[in-house]
């Protein structure tokens, strides 16, 4: 009896091991080719559809008042165009690279544009931290709307002719900076 019961129960076991084989493969196969794929990629490297298109145009005012910047008026210099907002962590940190690159570059235009967010902190902060550079006021959020800003920080490399060259969507270090400046430069 100890053969026959260990026979009855050893074909369904082999069956059952092949349908969870089958399955699992079904599962397995799709993933590794999703991750053999990626392979080389920059996780942090963001697909725009911007990139290569005219940048939207805006008309916003500087944090503390001031005239009214229009991206048309920039149009024959590079722009360096950084979404950001006072509570984001890493646009405190990136703050002193776009500041330094901002004193170093004065043929890059370089703005900031607020992302839900108060004067009042603003102002707080560029006391703070200081600036080199204009902070624009997006009240309505159209112009983050307009860019497809999903968080902050997010910046945008415009050549001369107002085309997007770059988008980044993460702090940004000094050498990064430069690097895509050449790009939009060109």
């Known amino acids: 009896m100890t053969s026959a019961g260990s026979t009855a129960t050893a074909a369904p076991r082999g069956l059952l091991n092949r349908r969870v084989l089958a399955v699992g493969l079904l599962f397995v196969i799709p993933l590794l080719v999703v991750l053999l794929m990626n392979l080389g990629r920059d996780p942090h490297a963001v697909r725009s559809p911007l990139v290569g298109r005219a940048a939207p145009p805006f008309v916003l005012s ?3 008042g001031g005239a009214p910047v229009s991206l048309e008026s920039l149009r024959g210099r590079p722009i360096v165009l950084n979404f950001w907002a006072t509570w ?6 990136e703050h002193p690279a776009l500041n330094a690159a ?3 570059r004065s043929d890059v235009t370089f703005l900031g544009v607020v992302y839900q967010d108060e004067e009042a902190r603003i102002r707080e902060f560029q006391k703070r931290y200081g ?7 997006d009240p309505d959020g159209k112009t983050a709307i ?3 800003i999903a968080g902050v920080p997010e910046t945008f490399f415009i050549d ?3 085309t997007i060259v770059a988008k980044v969507s993460y702090a940004l270090g ?3 900076i430069q690097g895509h400046l050449e790009k939009a430069a060109r």
Do not use: M, R
Not at 88 to 93: G, S
Not at 131 to 137: N, R
């Open 146 to 148: 307009a860019y497809g």
């Open 174 to 176: 000094a050498d990064e």
């Open 88 to 93: 984001c962590a890493p646009c405190i940190q």
């Open 131 to 137: 600036s080199a550079y204009p902070s624009l006021l």
């Open 102 to 104: 901002a004193s170093a």
């Open 160 to 162: 001369t002719k107002g």
């Open 62 to 64: 500087p944090a503390g």
